[in-house]
């Protein structure tokens, strides 16, 4: 079965630079990788998705990329802000097929 | 536009015992997930209804069941209740699998 990959370790960053999360996955390329954020004790909220015939995607400060050779998403945060700080999940789907979810990745932004 | 929301916000119960979990969908949505997520842990697939059916289902015992209404609505039942059902129950609505909305979550505790 699909295994998702997410650093467990919590990321520190400065406030103002560049956070890079990273999403390994085995087996096959999911027709959709999505990133969520989510906060302590509330649920996740939707970021971005990103299918697997895109490379990149980008929304404001936030861009992904996607490459099914080395199968590997990377969701990236410009300018980072204490308020970026939350955990953020990496999910993939095919379809209407399941979406499941790696551990996610704390991310830290110090002022 | 109401989001998901999903009823109790929190919940205690005595091992044996039983329980039932609400979900109402985003308005327009019509498939809704159901997730399991522990402390420190990615949210995990419990079911999938659609149409009123469950459609997919994860590696939960049958302990675990639920039910769609005409309206798109979904209960969650878990029955006989172990302290390890203790977690944050997650309901998530979604038009065909992409950008999942999610609810709050409803905090079960069991003692």
């Known amino acids: 079965s699909q295994k998702i990959e997410q650093n467990s370790e919590a990321l520190n960053i400065q406030e103002g630079k560049t956070a890079t999360l990273t999403c390994n996955y085995t087996n096959y390329s999911p027709a959709y990788l999505q990133w969520y954020r989510q906060d302590p004790g509330r649920g996740p909220v939707f970021l971005l998705l990103?299918?697997?015939?895109?490379k990149e995607k980008r929304k404001e400060r936030l861009k992904v990329t996607f490459d099914t050779t080395l199968k590997q998403s990377l969701f990236h945060i410009t300018a980072s802000q204490p308020a970026d700080s939350a955990t953020y999940l990496c999910?993939?789907?095919?379809?209407?097929?399941?979406?499941?979810f790696g551990t996610g990745t704390r991310l830290l932004v110090s002022p | 536009d109401a989001g998901v929301t999903q009823s109790p916000t929190h919940l205690i119960k005595t091992r044996g015992q039983q329980v039932t979990l609400r979900c109402s969908p985003k308005?327009?949505?019509?498939?809704v997930s159901w997730y399991q997520q522990a402390l420190g842990q990615g949210p995990q697939f419990i079911f999938q209804y659609y149409e009123e059916e469950e459609r997919q289902r994860g590696n939960f015992p049958d302990r675990f069941s639920g039910h769609q209404f005409p309206n798109y609505s979904s209960e969650l039942n878990v029955n006989a209740l172990l302290l390890g059902d203790s977690a944050l129950y997650l309901c998530a609505s979604s038009p065909r699998g992409t950008g999942y909305t999610f609810g709050s979550g409803t905090r079960l505790t069991v003692v």
């Open positions: 990103i299918r697997e015939n895109e």
């Open positions: 999910g993939m789907n095919t379809g209407f097929q399941k979406l499941v």
């Open positions: 308005s327009g949505h019509d498939t």
